[in-house]
């Protein structure tokens, strides 16, 4: 595992968003997975300059971090008929919880575009890939905000 501070998380972010324009899309909406998602939907919505912002609950992991199969408890209620999305994640370990919303979003909004982001990725196991990502790792990694799910990372 390996643990990032608040500066080191910021600046990959920073990094995300800077791919983001510089590939030119220009999302609509920008939507948060949570929870993980959270902290980078916020700095990714500032930095590209997105005031739409949406999230929907997923979860894919037990409390004890095994993975499990994705589960979806909340769906915004909105058109985004013909808009371009932006689908947010801290991480994407094997792009199954990725996909899988992806083609939700797809077959209950028919936005126009869909592109997915996160922090990092797992080299080996994860496919598909999102759109951009800024790491790929073979490591587990700790984000600052998970400061309850890893105690002994943060004494």
Known sequence: MKKLSWKQAEKLI???GG???KDRFKPDYIIGITTGGLIPLYFLAKQLDI???LTISASSYEKNKRKKKTTITYLPRIN???QRVLLVDEVAETGKTLKKITKVVIKKYKPREIKTATIAIHQEKCAPKPNYWI?????WLVFPW??????EYFR
């Open 14 to 16: 920073e990094k995300l």
């Open 146 to 151: 998970e400061k309850k799910d890893f105690p």
């Open 135 to 139: 790491i790929a790792t073979r490591e």
């Open 51 to 53: 005031n739409n912002i």
């Open 80 to 82: 985004l008929k013909n």
């Open 19 to 21: 791919k983001i324009k």
